[in-house]
């Protein structure tokens, strides 16, 4: 009965199989394919950014409560803390996921816009959000050191050499395969930029501020050295970081592209957001010359 069964059974055509075969083979190599090529969108726990925006926040919070009360200073305005914890989200938002992770493992752009937001975002609005006394008791035991830092000349001088040095081949190199130089980096540019600013927006004791005209004459020449790397940066027709040029692509950014991008978001990110500032101290500098006269007229 079954031998007869079978027998009278249509047979299968291997020719109509041979099709769905094939398309499940490419699916799966497809599939496979994608598998093995590194994302920026997938998770990864950073908990030592965590940790450190924890310290950020808690420090600050223990300062304005129980230690101001300890020196007996004056609470600070809402506006200080608010600058304060802006300060400490963009800090936060440059070192987490995902921008750290397309930052290190993909797109040197992404790198500069790093770089940008913890010098010319974060750092201004961390130094402004810190009240002069507790700026005081935090340099305490390196007074001196500040003192020659924060000069004008010398601040400046220091922040284009950051800006330079850190961006040469060998130290993107190692910033990109090094965690401890991944991290003293992002600490570097921190320092420098919380120097840099000191001039512009510190104030005594910690810092002499300058007066308007040398503030703007000053951040006229802090857009000037960055324009050299930015250059060569956007005109560049060979991928010379290693790290970068061998990434895998996101966004269908070529390894020359992505070099151009950064180049042009270091030029013209960066100098508007120095121009700003400068257009900031012209404000501030023509509203204190029309007070004293308003007040005359009275």
């Avoid at 493992?105 to 010319?120: E, G, K, N, Y």
């Avoid at 420098?192 to 004791?205: D, N, Q, T």
Wanted: a positive charge; charged letters at 15%; proline letters at 8%.
């Amino acid at each position: 009965m079954s031998t007869a069964r079978s027998k009278s059974e249509p047979a299968v055509s291997t020719s109509s199989i041979a099709p769905t075969l094939r398309h499940t083979d490419i699916v799966r190599q497809t599939v496979q394919v994608f598998a093995a090529v590194e994302s920026p969108w997938v998770w990864e726990a950073r908990p030592d950014v965590w940790l450190l925006v924890a310290c950020l926040a808690g420090g600050y919070w223990w300062s304005m409560t129980r230690l101001r009360i300890a020196f007996n200073a004056p609470p600070s305005p809402r506006s200080q803390v608010v600058r304060y914890g802006l300060g400490v989200a963009v800090l936060w938002l440059a070192v987490d996921w995902p921008m750290d992770r397309i930052g290190d493992d993909f797109l040197f752009s992404a790198h500069v816009v790093q770089f940008l937001m913890i010098t010319l975002i974060a750092s201004p609005l961390l130094l402004t959000g810190v009240p002069g006394w507790l700026q005081s008791e935090i340099i305490r035991p390196v007074q001196p050191l500040v003192g020659v830092l924060t000069r004008a000349p010398v601040a400046l001088a220091l922040f284009q050499m950051v800006i330079v040095g850190t961006h040469l081949p060998f130290v993107v190199e190692l910033y990109a395969s090094n965690s401890v130089v991944h991290f003293g980096l992002h600490a570097l540019w921190l320092l420098s930029a919380l120097v840099f600013w000191m001039p512009i927006l510190g104030s005594e004791p910690v810092a002499r501020p300058l007066r308007p005209p040398l503030k703007v004459a000053y951040l006229i020449g802090a857009t000037v050295v960055p324009t050299v790397p930015a250059s060569f940066l956007t005109w560049a027709e060979t991928a010379f970081y290693t790290p970068y040029a061998t990434a895998p692509r996101v966004w269908g950014l070529s390894p020359v592209e992505d070099l151009q991008l950064a180049g042009a978001l270091m030029k013209l990110g960066g100098g508007t957001i120095l121009w700003g500032y400068i257009l900031w101290v012209f404000a501030s500098w023509a509203s204190s010359e029309r007070s004293p006269r308003r007040a005359d007229l009275r």
